[in-house]
Antibody, heavy 120, light 110 residues
Framework: QVHLVESGGGVVQPGRSLRVSCAASGFIFRDNAMHWVRQAPGKGLEWVAMISFDGSDKSYGASVKGRFTVSRDNLRDTLSLQMNDLGPDDSAVYFC?????????????WGQGTLVTVSS | QSLLTQPPSASGTPGQTVTIACSGGSSNIGSYSVSWYSHVPGRAPKLLIYGNDQRPSGVPARFSGSKSAPSASLAISSLQSDDEADYYCSTWDDDLNAWVFGGGTRVTVL
C-alpha cells in the first residue's frame, strides 16, 4: 500500500528555520516527481515546491522562492523541505504528494500533513 | 486570489447531482489538463480526476470531470453524505510557472 508520512512540524519563531520530511513506502520512490503543498488555517491549498524523480529539476512557488529548498534521498525514500526565514504567513499544514506518472500535472497520492506554526 | 475561480460552496440532497465549476484562462486550463481533489480537513487530500476526465482506480463513477477551455467542471452524481468535503481544481500555469489550485468549494449534503 502506498504511504506518505510527513514529520518535523512544530512551533518555530519568526525568522528561524525548520526542516520537514516525508517518508515514502509502497512504491518505487525514485520513479516519481514529488511535491510539497500547504494549507494555511482557513485557507485553500497552495502549491509550494516540486522536485523531479532524480532531483535534477526543482521549482518553487513565488511566496517561498529563495527561502525554501526541496530535496530528496532516493536511497532512503525520503523527501525533505528546508524552510528558512519563516514568517507568520508560512504557518500551515504541509502535505507531501506524489507526482502522477499518468498525468504530469496531477498529484496522485498525498500524506496527512504536518503542522507548522510560526509564532513568537 | 486564485487564478482558478471556484464557487465557495455548493449543496444538494442525497441522490442529487452537484456540479462544481472551475474558471481559468489561456495560461492554465486553456493549455493544460485539469485535476480535481477532495479534502476532508484533518485527512489526506485525494485525487478524484486527472487528465480532465480520467478517474484513478478506486474512485467511483459517480465522480466525473469535463473541460471546455478555459473552464472545467466536476460533477458528483447520486450524492451521499460521505461526499461532504472541500473540492479543489488544479493545473499548471504558464504565467506563474507554478501548479495552481482553485480556492476550493465546500460541498454540503443537506
Amino acid at each position: 500500500q502506498v504511504h506518505l508520512v510527513e514529520s518535523g512540524g512544530g512551533v518555530v519563531q519568526p525568522g528561524r528555520s525548520l526542516r520537514v520530511s516525508c517518508a515514502a513506502s509502497g512504491f518505487i520512490f525514485r520513479d516519481n516527481a514529488m511535491h510539497w503543498v500547504r494549507q494555511a488555517p482557513g485557507k485553500g491549498l497552495e502549491w509550494v515546491a516540486m522536485i523531479s524523480f532524480d532531483g535534477s529539476d526543482k521549482s518553487y512557488g513565488a511566496s517561498v522562492k529563495g527561502r525554501f529548498t526541496v530535496s530528496r534521498d532516493n536511497l532512503r525514500d525520503t523527501l525533505s523541505l528546508q524552510m528558512n526565514d519563516l514568517g507568520p504567513d508560512d504557518s500551515a499544514v504541509y502535505f507531501c504528494a506524489r507526482g502522477s506518472r499518468d498525468d504530469l500535472w496531477a498529484l496522485d497520492v498525498w500524506g496527512q500533513g504536518t503542522l507548522v506554526t510560526v509564532s513568537s | 486570489q486564485s487564478l482558478l475561480t471556484q464557487p465557495p460552496s455548493a449543496s444538494g440532497t442525497p441522490g442529487q447531482t452537484v456540479t462544481i465549476a472551475c474558471s481559468g484562462g489561456s495560461s492554465n486550463i486553456g493549455s493544460y489538463s485539469v485535476s480535481w481533489y477532495s479534502h476532508v480537513p484533518g485527512r489526506a487530500p485525494k485525487l478524484l480526476i486527472y487528465g480532465n476526465d480520467q478517474r484513478p482506480s478506486g474512485v467511483p463513477a459517480r465522480f466525473s470531470g469535463s473541460k471546455s477551455a478555459p473552464s472545467a467542471s466536476l460533477a458528483i452524481s447520486s450524492l451521499q453524505s460521505d461526499d461532504e468535503a472541500d473540492y479543489y481544481c488544479s493545473t499548471w500555469d504558464d504565467d506563474l510557472n507554478a501548479w495552481v489550485f482553485g480556492g476550493g468549494t465546500r460541498v454540503t449534503v443537506l
